[in-house]
């Protein structure tokens, strides 16, 4: 067992405030916030976050500590990108959030993306000779912006100056959660 813990580390979960998928966002701040990192939920809007199962039915609401606006990368080691069809084909287009996740890899930080959350990477550039995985609707997306796409339940990919994990569906999350931590704990040791 790890010595290490995230205590300090600070974590930004980006989302929309309409479609996220709901276990793609509650798991990860859970084992993020249980391994003692500080985690920030930033919607589009400082309204609640109306999360789905499977796309289709509601799920829990989740009030967010943020706005995209109101946070920046410098303030924060990591981002993850939650799926949720809906949630992932909005946020792709939101300049916040591809201004952000550019920014978080730029820096050398981790970017972290679940299921349909990929499509944000590939819209913030950074995918481009990288491995990764996504849900597999999305392989030709990602693989048409320079990606190398691998159906594994969690894929990091360290080559390209930030440390890019990937993960396919909501029964990947406990590897994608794990994934997340390592990478942090590895940037705090």
Known sequence: MSTVTLDGTKVLVLTTNYGTEQDELNKPVAALREAGARVTVAAQRKEPVLTVVSDRRPGTVVEPDA??????AQEYDAVVVPGGTLNADRLRTDDQAQRLVSAFAEAGKPVAAVCHGPWLLVDSGVVRDRELTSYPSLRSDLENAGAKWRDEEVVV???GGHPLITSRR???LDAFSAAIVRALEDRAA
Do not use: I, K, M, N
């Open 67 to 72: 706005t995209l606006g109101e946070v920046s």
């Open 170 to 172: 909501p029964g990947d």
């Open 157 to 159: 990919d360290t080559s």
